[in-house]
């Protein structure tokens, strides 16, 4: 993920990165809560993100996963520093059916270099919610050569 500039507000940082990901501008996914440690991503329904049965298809939910871990990691780091992901693992739980997803990531456990982040992934039926997603990822602080 790109670090467009070098702000010292986490949240300002994890916005202007989050807005050069074009990516998540194809997808029309969009930031919700950006706090230390945690980041959510919401993503409306869309039939061409889904797959033969309707379910939003298992690479759209682990994309917008992947930017949810690895932004909670970008929220701990520093100002200069960026974020690439190492690795994850995600288990699906349930169909991905609903009218809204949210990806959540929360830092479980940073470190100097690598961050381990919990990631999940909700879809939504008006307020109500599935569990559809969880996994681990790990984020890896990139510095400035």
Aim: a neutral charge.
């Amino acid at each position: 993920m790109a670090q467009p500039q070098a702000s010292a507000d986490p949240a300002s940082r994890v916005r202007a990165s989050f807005g050069q990901q074009s990516i998540m501008v194809l997808l029309g996914a969009g930031l919700d809560v950006v706090e230390p440690g945690r980041v959510d991503i919401v993503l409306p329904y869309r039939a061409d993100l889904c797959q033969q049965n309707g379910f939003l298809h298992a690479g759209i939910s682990t994309t917008i996963a992947d930017s949810a871990g690895g932004y909670a990691a970008y929220t701990l780091f520093e100002p200069g520093e960026d974020v690439l992901t190492s690795e994850f693992k995600m288990n699906f739980l349930a169909p991905a059916k609903g009218d809204r997803y949210v990806a959540s990531g929360r830092v479980v456990k940073p470190g100097k270099r690598l961050s381990i982040c919990q990631v999940e992934v909700h879809a939504y039926e008006g307020e109500q919610a599935t569990l559809c997603v969880i996994g681990l990822l790990t984020a890896v602080r990139v510095t400035p050569r």
